[in-house]
């Protein structure tokens, strides 16, 4: 590939990096759209990663993405946050201003919505939403759980103090971990947003017995793509949403304000992602 003298650069930081999909969904929607531009992997130790992020501009780059483990650092060395990072505490897009400066913005809530209103038909007044982990992805999953107008949150993760200080953060109701099977009694939506069921992560142990056969179940794992999970809550009659679209959309706001088109998430995209 060759690039011209007016290339438009993007790319996503994090340590390890080769694992990512970023490169390959930026890529089709360049790819797509007939753009003049570039979206590369930056793997960035810890130890350097604020000099990472303010070498952006001084190479021409026009943002980039972040993952872990980079997501607290990038919050801290951005000049200028937008609400929706600032209340969750982590930057996933950075932007840079014309003047250099960085503005840092988290897309993950924003991701978590537009892949369950793609994929299902879930409102947040449905009803109580229960969330398992109490990290980064977490709170994102909480923050659009509450702008989305969910009259109940209900947290619970393996570290009980953890969920405790988000459940007072946001005004969510606490479940210890030992009884997070209760938790989804009358539930409208289940969403694990922790590493549980991933490949090389243990197994989610949750019985799915208490919850309402009306009830949505999302994982934002996407490795496997169909999680034990979900297949089990499948498999009792449950509508049932993976982890991809999530994915997916929440590059959408970065590849817009890098590259000034608003992209689709297409079954033709995820079909390319997911061969990677």
């Known amino acids: ?7 438009a650069l993007a790319g ?3 340590w390890p990096i080769s694992h990512s999909r970023s490169p390959r969904l930026h890529g089709y929607w360049l790819q797509e759209h007939d753009i003049d531009g570039a979206y590369v992997a930056l793997a960035a130790p810890p130890e350097r990663i604020e000099d990472a992020f303010r070498g952006l501009s001084a190479l021409g780059f026009r943002g980039a993405n ?7 650092s990038a919050l801290k060395a951005c000049d200028t946050l937008d609400d929706v990072a600032a209340r969750i505490g982590a930057v996933n897009t950075i932007i840079v201003q ?14 978590f919505l537009e892949n369950l209103h793609q994929e299902s038909d879930w409102r947040g007044d449905k009803g109580p939403a229960v969330v398992l982990g109490a990290g980064g992805a977490a709170r994102a999953v909480c923050v659009a759980l509450l702008d989305a ?37 009358g539930a409208a939506l289940v969403a694990n947003a922790t590493s549980l069921g991933m490949v090389g992560q243990p197994a989610l142990e949750l019985s799915v017995d208490a919850l309402p056969k009306s009830a949505l179940v999302h994982d934002i794992v996407y490795t496997p793509l169909e999680t034990d999970l979900l297949a089990r809550a499948r498999a009792r009659g449950n509508a049932v949403v993976d982890g991809l679209g999530m994915l997916l959309h929440q590059g959408r706001p970065g590849f817009e304000a890098w ?18």
Not at 1 to 7: E, N, Q, R, Y
């Open 1 to 7: 590939m060759i690039f011209s003298g007016t290339t």
């Open 12 to 14: 996503i930081f994090g």
């Open 66 to 72: 972040v993952t872990i483990p980079h997501k607290i």
């Open 98 to 111: 014309e003047d250099g400066s960085l503005l840092g913005r988290n897309t993950d809530a924003f991701g």
């Open 149 to 185: 107008g969910a009259p109940e949150v209900r947290i619970t993760n393996r570290t009980d103090a953890r969920a405790q200080a988000l459940a007072d953060e946001f005004g969510l109701t606490l479940v210890p971990w030992n009884d997070r099977a209760d938790a989804l009694d």
């Open 259 to 276: 590259f000034g088109v608003s992209p689709a998430v297409t079954p033709a995209l995820r079909k390319f992602v997911l061969e990677s």
